[in-house]
């Protein structure tokens, strides 16, 4: 018929009858297109500037595909992201962070790219002992003498002296003699003053103060070395980002629970005897408590049972000053074994199950 021609049409496995006006010809339509390409471009990272460094300075990463909401990481620790184009982004370096690639990911994490090269946490090479630093940089001025030693039954030191010239806060780090942070904090001020317990590893360490201005950053370096004393097993150390408030770390024995008067190591519980009785040297210590900010927490312990321990973080106290981010660092004999966080706690109450640590394999996983 010329007026009104009905054709049948299969799309798949539907047939449909389709009355089409006014056509004579029997031609066959195209077949309709339900695909669309969307392609989404990769995240490479090329190159990133300087090589190596510590707390507060910045890093210029370049690649592409970069965006002002995606994140960044620096060791597997995420970092401040100050600002961003398609091709290059403004890292600053917090505390916490520890060397290893330089990853950028986009804000879900489903497309990342990775730097062949590693970042290095380290002081600068050539300190001299004492200050290191110009007359228009911080003054820095130490309490206690350039070298020290002390024997195994000291765990802890206290960083202490006082600044002038200074904007904000500095940083403390105990470093090796090549240069490598082993860890690292804030140093508060207050009137001119700083003080701040660390925990010490075993055998000569430098432990370094620094703190900037606009014309630049002076260091402090006095050396400490600890005889007679073999590392931990097992070493925790918690540290979090806001002043005047209070988190506590915990460790708790395998089959224990959070909490318990004796198997979980805190504030309230900082030296329990987990081992054979009367032996301290298989309990657990709390060497390092801080009760007004920033950390560290520091717990430490050769462990004679074998099993899962359990980290847990606990935000104690805001003091109404709202949320923390916060993070640790795990040490197996010695060794680095696994940096966590940061992770947000909300405020007072807010608890973080950061980590397990298998005995005595020395793994150390987040639980699931």
Known sequence: ??????????????????????????????????QSTFEVPPIE???????????????????????????????????????ATDSTMT????????????RVTDNLGWRSGTSAAVFDVKTPTGLTMGYNGSGSQPGITSGESDMQTVD???????????????????YWAIVETDGTVRSMGRLTVSGGAYSQTVPIFCGTQDIIRFFSNTDGRAYYRTQLTRTGCTEANIRVQLAWDTDGTDVDLHLIKPDGNYNDSFSDCYFANSNPDWGMTGDASDDPELDVDDVNGFGPENI??????????????HYWSDHGNGPSNAWLEIYIDGQRGGTMGPYFLNGTGSIWRAAEIAWPSGDVSIPE
């Open 300 to 313: 430490y312990l050769d462990p004679s049972e074998d099993g899962t321990y359990a980290v847990t973080v």
């Open 91 to 102: 890292l600053r370096l917090p505390e916490w962070a520890s060397s290893g690639a330089v």
């Open 1 to 34: 018929m010329s007026g009104l021609d009905v054709r049948l049409i299969t799309i798949g496995c539907m047939a449909a009858i389709v009355a089409v006006a006014g056509c004579d010809k029997q031609e066959t339509p195209p077949a309709p297109n339900f």
């Open 152 to 170: 195994a039954s000291a765990t802890t030191t206290t960083v202490s002296g006082t600044v002038t010239g200074n904007e904000g806060d500095g």
């Open 45 to 83: 990272v090329t190159s990133f500037t300087p090589g190596e460094g510590l707390a507060g300075d910045m890093i210029q990463v370049t690649g592409i595909g970069f965006d002002e909401t995606h994140r960044a990481y620096v060791g597997g620790a995420g970092v401040e992201v100050l600002s």
